[in-house]
């Protein structure tokens, strides 16, 4: 275990397993049987290359990287401990960038980063519970992201019929190969500009709960 762990730490190794992690759930997204579930048009973001706040649960992100559209440039947030590196290293090879960075490390810097990317025209990816939870509660960052860029949320969701959640701090979900699976992006969600922290707090519960409510949208679909 420790061999394996410290293999996990090297930079061939993190390259190693970060291609395996790519390659494993591209072979199982490939295998679902998907329907696209569109609510109304403007929940139909495929059809635009608009820039875009996209958000899925921590615990959706064995799939959710790879649901999403590929007719723009994607930036994803991810933390720089080790195991976050190998997930970026999985988003590379999706053909995403990766900005490096977390509440606790590197966060400043990141929001900044993100803040540009999407000034130059590309979007941003963010999982709002991550990366260490609770689990599925938004954080105010990406509130203020969206309120400085003027730029729309847009929630994504998926589930399977058939998964396995694992007992970590978020449930973590991984789907079964070959099962049915449903996958929806949720209305543009937007932020005003002048807004007061009370407000910053209602955005971000409205986002919280309109998460959770497509959430339970796909599941019901699958169940």
């Known amino acids: 275990m420790r061999i394996i762990k410290r293999f996990s730490k090297t930079h061939f190794g993190q390259r190693f397993i970060g291609f395996l992690f790519y390659f494993i759930t591209s072979l199982i997204c490939k295998s679902i049987r998907w329907k696209y579930l569109v609510e109304n048009e403007k929940s139909n973001i495929l059809k635009n290359d608009q820039e875009y706040i996209f958000c899925c649960w921590h615990n959706r992100l064995f799939l959710g990287p790879h649901l999403l559209p590929r007719n723009r440039i994607i930036n994803a947030l991810q ?23 977390s509440s606790k490390k590197g966060g400043m810097q990141a929001f900044r980063n993100m803040v540009k990317c999407i000034q130059l025209g590309e979007s941003v990816a963010i999982t709002p519970d991550g990366p260490k939870g609770p689990k599925e509660t938004v954080k105010e960052g990406i509130i203020k992201l969206a309120q400085i860029t003027q730029k729309p949320i847009i929630p994504l969701v998926w589930s399977t019929n058939k998964y396995k959640a694992f007992n970590s701090w978020d449930n973590f979900v991984v789907p079964f190969p070959f099962s049915k699976g449903v996958y929806s992006f949720g209305n543009p969600i937007y932020v005003k500009k002048k807004i007061n922290d009370d407000e910053i707090e209602k955005a971000r519960k409205n986002l919280e709960n309109e998460i959770k409510r497509l959430t339970k949208l796909v599941y019901d679909k699958t169940s």
């Open 79 to 101: 933390s720089s401990h080790s195991d976050g590196m190998i997930t970026s290293l999985a988003f590379e090879y999706l053909g995403m960038k990766v900005i490096l960075g």
